[in-house]
């Protein structure tokens, strides 16, 4: 048996296969159905249409249902990797069930609301499988064997390293490297915001800065001085590439959780839209 | 081989403790795995970061892909000898002078704290990292959307005849507020555009949607469509589909919401119960039919007879053998000879429109639009006229060398009083201007005056010349009888055979003459080989089929379901009558 296996690959697709039965039971209910009055499109209301909103409705309610299932550890129902593969699978089906029971009239109103939040759901949630196969392979590849706790402590490590090195040189000098270093207690020079992480980059860090300031000044030194502001140069280098990598796991990191920002209210968005739908059509019968 | 490793610690009174170990094998791992030879527990330092290997030699160091220091420099590897200073991460590994029969001993030292100050860099770039609530934008998002897609909407229902608060300070405001809000809101419930006429209604949805939950009822559009007439009588009908038809609510065929008309055009439903329409309706008459194309019945004209008045004869097409397809409509017609191309006879030699005779001098050709007009609307044909249709060539003129003035036309009697007025006007010796008395005809000088018996008669002489004339029109002459069947005599009078022609032939047809206006009038109708008023013209299934299929379209046709020829609402009764009795006004029809 294999180490790992993807929530896609579960059970060699079960739910792939299942949702793509469901999706053809529709669309080919959609096409063979004949609406009871000729001459209109088909609709919501019909028995088809009633029919694939139930369908739509159950599945929505039990897609939020796996929230609740992976908290409960001690529940023998399923294991949490059939349901998150069933989760995926099903959940993208939604689109063309949902899309056969709005028979593909839109305008400005509660039900294209709950569609479009549900196509919103929908979108998040495709990204948070790219993500979840795809991020923690960079992430891996990135930090190679070692962890985001020994990074840092090379970082602080080298830190402390300059700081002992620029003792011994120019006011200058010493005060790029403080500046460097205090910058990287604040913090600052990680992307501190969510939309920084997100993109990955410092819009200036200060490390690479110091690197440049470092490289400038380290031409007008001379004898022992240069010796030492070449380490030094080589320990910020070496710092600025540890920066880089861990700024980039932090990034990795945030695009990995982001989509659950989005896809979990947005789902409840939809459920309370749904709510209001289901109402709406009865209550104006 | 063996090799002398010695662990280096500082205790808590600050004094170094070290502690041997022997390590045999030529190959010394060193790295944070437990299973390395030289363990080197710290994040910093790689699983298998660098490899020592010991031969009689000497030692060498080894560290790709990581990278050592040693003697501060860093590098891949190195040869080691005694004295040397080695750092891995936070360690620094010794290379002492090993004892007698050891290649090789070294010293494992910590160079400082292991995490003191990273961990609580680290903790900070934890804290960073996003900290929004999934849960606290979850209820925002639900209720948020509830709120304004659910509650809002129904608000004005909610507190309907509940006290709201600060209504004494204004009162009717809040609710005047709430009601405009909630009405607003309520439009997100709207799925799409209501259908022109509707329209009317504007944003109030309580208009059809009367009572929450319930589905439109009748009772809701009865009350607009007051005169709108059922299908079939209720009590005819029997049988599963019967059943089904009868609790059919109107909102199941008119369908609002969809846009600018809600007319349907269900030709299933129809065919529901037309498929077998006996078993839903058994009084029905009607044959069965499922569609046009394939088995729609030959039609059925509605025929009259002029002597049996009130008495409609339905005969179908084909139905040739019964010998009654024909109209008995005591006329006499020569459609034949109306329509010789070379033109008839015209008496008068009347001028066309342009006041141009015609080039054959007294001719005149007609074509079927000379006698037959549309109606105003379009639909059917209007009736021919003697005014105005035959009059022009056919004149009424009963003594033309006198008077150009005519008898009347359709009334017997009134043709005889009108020609014994005029005669005995004339006798009276009170002609009027426009008339040449006949010479045969005694006159009175101007001026005598009559006695009794002078009067009587000169009466009784007009008489006597009205009389010649009726029987010249009647008989001799065959005015009336060119067109009319005429029986009787001078005795009890001459008696012109009632008329009665069909204006509807097929009245169960929504057949529309304007929509046909592409098509001549022979096309349908050919009457141009007919010379008996008996014949009939109307075009059979076959004729619409040639330009009509059924309810699935077909290139270069025509598509047409039942509703393109037939009303649905056609009944004679209104529509649900015991609740339409409720709603019409008293007095109503």
Known sequence: MRQHQSILEYQSGRYLWLSLGLCALAIGAYVWHEPPTVGLSPYGGTWLGYTLGTVGAVLILWLMLLGVRKRRYRSSMGSVQGWT???????????????????????????????????????????????????????????????????????????????????????????????????????????????????????????????????????????????????????MTRKSLLIDRMRRDLCLRARLRVWLLMHVPLSFALVAALIAHVVSVFYYW | METLVTYVSINQRGQAQREQRRVAGALLILGRGTQCQIHLPDPRVALNHARITVTEAGAAIEAEPARVVVNGREVGGARLSVG?????????????????????????????????????????????????SKRRLSYLAFFGVLLLFLAAPMSPDLLKGTALPLTDSRPGMWEEMIRTLGTSFAQTWNPGPVSRSHQVFGKDCRACHQFPFIQVRDLACIACHKTIKEHVPPVELTGAHGIAFLETRCAECHLDHKGKQMTPRAQEQCAQCHRDVKSAAPKARSENVTDFASDHPRFRLSLLDADRPGVVRRVRQGDAASGEMVERSNLKFNHALHLDPAGVRDPKGVRDAAGMRDARGHRKVLTCASCHEPEEGGRLMAPVSMERHCRQCHSLAFEPTVTLRQVPHGSEKEVATMLREFYARLVLGDAPPDVKPPRELPRMRPGAVLGYEDRQRALQIADQKAQRVLRELFETRGVCSTCHHVTGGSGA???????????????????????????????????RGSSDARDIAMPGIAKCRECHVGARAVLGTVTSDCATCHKFHAGRNYWHGAVQAQMLPRGAK
């Open chain 1, 85 to 235: 593969s069933a989760h995926v699978y099903l959940g993208a089906s939604l689109v063309v069930i949902v899309s056969l029971h709005s028979a593909f009239e839109f305008g400005w109103n509660v039900h294209t609301l709950a569609y479009v939040l549900m196509l919103l759901v929908i979108a998040s949630g495709i990204f948070g499988v790219y993500a979840y196969l795809h991020f923690p392979e960079l992430m891996t590849k990135n930090l190679s064997d070692e962890t985001l706790e020994a990074v840092l402590l090379k970082i602080a490590d080298l830190d402390r390293k300059c700081r002992t090195i620029a003792l011994d040189l120019p006011d200058e000098v010493n005060l790029v490297v403080m500046k460097a270093s205090r910058a990287k207690a604040r913090s600052a020079q990680i992307g501190s915001s969510l939309r920084r992480q997100l993109a990955g980059e410092a819009v200036r860090c200060p490390t690479r800065d110091a690197c440049d300031a470092l490289l400038r000044l380290g031409a007008k030194l001379t004898g022992e001085q240069a010796v030492l502001n070449g380490q030094l140069l080589t320990a």
């Open chain 2, 493 to 527: 009078g001459w008696e012109v055979a009632p008329v009665l022609m069909a204006r509807v032939w097929m009245p169960g047809a929504l057949f529309t003459h304007a929509k046909h206006s592409a098509q001549s009038c022979t096309t349908c109708h050919d009457v």
């Open chain 2, 84 to 132: 040397d200073r080695i750092e891995i991460g936070p360690y620094i590994v010794q290379v002492e002078a090993p004892p007698a029969g050891l290649p090789l001993a070294l010293a494992v030292q910590l160079s400082g704290s292991l995490t003191s100050k990273g961990s609580e860099f680290f903790r900070r770039v934890r804290l960073r990292a996003p900290q929004i």
